[in-house]
């Protein structure tokens, strides 16, 4: 079945369900393909070619797809990036976001994912537009690492976004750190400390091949195992059950009440219950962060009379949720890696 072509008109209004019986609830929407840092795992330093400023979704086309997806029972919209906090019209985007309501008449829930360079001057108003959550990246606590990693000094301009967001009403605040071996490996504990500290949830994350060089090696991936073993040596861990759809395993520190969690998607994939799509900033829904099949909305937004407009993104959304795989075979040797960046598909 072609990318776009749904097996059933199920109609706006039912749910998402996948053909493994998975309902789907949150859609992960990328505003940008553009950051202010340059991760070494996620983009180059030089010579990105960016996505046509033609290409990327306005605020009303981004609302007209959200407001769909409730309808047809995502409850839960994450703001992605590239770095979201480049949008000019971010606010905007928040408030639109949070103002939509699901079939039962409740609100749908808005969170961010973002480096945190830009929270200090944008965080009230983005509160006061209704952002419910917020997740900063933080694989570092040194300077010197920091610049070698992201390719920018831009540490403390970091540190100020995640005191910002503890000193929020957002919670929880989590923080997200990808675990590098000969990098960051020996900060994994320190890492922990500063995010009780800040009355934030530490999750870190298994390296990924979803970098735009293509150079991931799974032998120079730390797993979970390795992480939970060197939190060991400073915590008793005791799991958290329950997880549900979430990416993140959790494990409580010392009986708690702070936890640490665990994204473990290539040594232990909670590909079974996954219950999200993503949006890319240029229109393309996926069903799976490292799919190599996309489902343009473009056509639909742009070409399509407006009065079939919810018609065409339901039988787009339903193509794209009926076309998703058991899981992302990454332990497949036949495994490709998706041809597209992280920056590019979104968080």
Known sequence: MSAGEAPVAAGVGAPLVDTHGRVHRDLRI??????????????????????????????DEIVQVARVAAADGISTFRLTGGEPLLRADIVDVVRRLSAITGPDGARVQVAMTTNGIR???????????????????????????????????????????IAAAAASGLRPVKLNAVAMRDVNDDELVELVEFAIAHDAQLRFIEQMPLDAGHTWDRDRMVTQAEILATLSTRWVLTEVPGRGGAPAARW?????????????SVTAPFCGDCDRLRLTADGQLRNCLFSTTEYDLLPTLRTQPAAVHDEGIDRMLRACVHGKLPGHAINDPAFLQPARGMNAIGG
Not at 48 to 58: D, V
Not at 135 to 146: A, E, G, M, Q, V
């Open 252 to 264: 409580l520190l010392d009986g708690g009440p702070h936890t640490v969690g665990v994204i473990a």
């Open 30 to 59: 990328s505003l940008t393909d553009r950051c202010s840092l340059r991760c070494t795992y996620c983009m180059p330093e030089q010579g990105n070619e960016w996505l046509a400023k033609s290409s990327i979704l306005t605020v």
């Open 119 to 161: 929270l200090p001057e944008l965080l009230p108003g983005l509160v006061a537009a209704g952002l419910s959550r917020v997740n900063i990246s933080l694989d570092t606590l040194r300077r010197d690492r920091f610049a070698a990693l992201t390719r920018r000094d831009r540490l403390q301009d970091v540190l100020a976004g």
